[in-house]
């Protein structure tokens, strides 16, 4: 009797507050279920790619290669003869490889730690600082580097 009682009580109440609850849970239902189709299915890319600010493009652009060394001294220089530059193959939309710097994208030749004296090719990376813009390739993908390690003496 006394569920009978709790049921009837303010039933109109009642009944609008758990249409209201159906509605809700179907309109999100519906836009979770709208979501993971569009990212399982996305949308084609555009085929005039030059008339599209959004389609993707590829440009080769040249940048100044920098040595990262984790010590103050210089422990590392390139060779003579050798650039320190890379050309590298870029992927992005036209408006994002438009305003491109050369802090943008900042390719670094790595000092190891455990650095021996004399010439050693070392690989070229990237740090890449503007978003949307993705490093297809490079070359040359290492470059030649003498060394002459400090050592501490006490």
């Known amino acids: ?3 009978l ?6 039933f109109w109440r009642k009944l609008v ?7 809700i849970y179907w309109q999100v239902s519906g836009v979770i279920k709208q979501k993971e189709a569009m990212r399982d299915n996305p949308a084609p890319a555009a085929k005039n790619a030059g008339s599209s600010i959004g389609a ?11 040595i990262l060394d984790g010590g103050a001294e210089r422990r590392a220089v390139f060779a003579p003869g050798t650039a320190p530059k890379v ?3 870029l992927r992005g939309t036209k408006h994002e490889l ?11 030749v790595d000092v190891p730690a455990d ?10 990376s990237c740090h890449i600082r503007r978003r949307g813009v993705e490093v297809l390739s490079m ?4 470059l030649k580097i003498i060394a002459n390690p400090v050592e501490n003496h006490k």
Not at 115 to 124: A, F, I, W, Y
């Open 1 to 3: 009797m006394k569920i």
């Open 5 to 10: 009682n709790f049921l009837f009580r303010d």
């Open 17 to 23: 507050a758990l249409i209201f609850a159906v509605v």
């Open 56 to 66: 993707a493009s590829r440009r080769d652009m040249d940048f100044t290669v920098r």
């Open 87 to 89: 050309k590298a193959a």
């Open 98 to 108: 438009d305003g491109i710097k050369d802090g943008d994208l900042v390719f670094y």
């Open 115 to 124: 650095l021996k004296s004399g010439e050693r090719m070392l690989p070229v």
């Open 139 to 142: 070359e040359p993908a290492e």
